[in-house]
């Protein structure tokens, strides 16, 4: 029986992940000062605030992209150490049953 499993992809290493957290709570507490310091009202702090506050929350988006990206690929790691796997012998079997059904109706008379 030929089993075909999902290829091994190099992981990305635990306390990368981690470090990657830590940068996504980090810009968490940034943005959080950089909107109170906003709150301020002086137009000279708050343009310069309005200005770090959009690279901050892109930063922030990019970031969050990312954790969702290396949750789907936990995920899918996950279920591919369960046991996921495509057999070809069975579907060969299958594919062949279903040859010799058209076979033996002989509505299809180019089945090989």
Request: hydrophobic fraction near 40%; proline fraction near 1%; aromatic fraction near 4%.
């Amino acid at each position: 029986m030929a089993l075909i499993t999902e290829q091994e992809r190099p992981a990305i290493e635990e306390t990368r992940i981690e470090e990657l957290f830590e940068t996504i709570s980090s810009l968490a507490s940034t943005l959080k000062l950089a909107e109170n310091l906003l709150e301020q009202e002086t137009y000279d702090v708050a343009k310069e605030t309005q200005k770090y506050l959009n690279d901050v929350r892109a930063a922030f988006k990019q970031a969050v992209d990312l954790e969702k990206l290396l949750n789907a690929e936990r995920k899918q790691r996950s279920s591919a150490a369960a046991g996921y796997a495509l057999d070809l012998g069975a579907a060969r079997s299958q594919i062949g049953c279903r040859l010799a059904k058209l076979r033996v109706r002989k509505c299809c008379k180019g089945v090989s």
